[in-house]
């Protein structure tokens, strides 16, 4: 049995301004019991490598690149892959407070 509390979906399609906050937001969450699941759709401005840099760094970023453009198929195949308790989707152009999932959970 997995002891992942939430697994964090995280869409992405070139959002290179953005995409770093929103990491850090769940990276530096207080629940601990997280995965994050970062599903992108063939950025070519530099987002992902910004999100293979925060892979390096935390072994709960999952980068799983797609083809798919959908924002729902994206969303779909995070499901998919999800083993949280549950789930969340945070959309890669915002950005969260540092106890949001663990106040939710």
């Known amino acids: 049995m997995s002891n992942i509390a939430v697994s964090v979906i995280m869409p ?13 937001s769940v990276v530096n969450q207080t ?6 699941i970062c599903i992108d759709a063939g950025s070519q401005d530099g987002t992902v490598e910004i999100i293979e840099k925060y892979a390096r760094q935390d072994s709960r970023i999952n980068l799983v690149k797609t083809n798919y453009k959908s924002y729902g198929a994206q ?3 995070g499901i998919r892959l ?5 789930i969340a989707i945070l959309e890669t152009d915002d950005y969260i407070s540092y ?4 106040s939710l959970y």
């Open 12 to 24: 992405s399609l070139n959002v290179v301004n953005y995409i770093e906050a929103s990491i850090v």
């Open 82 to 86: 999800a083993q949280g308790k549950y």
């Open 99 to 102: 106890d949001m999932y663990e």
């Open 31 to 36: 629940l601990k019991e997280i995965e994050i």
């Open 75 to 77: 969303v779909n195949l």
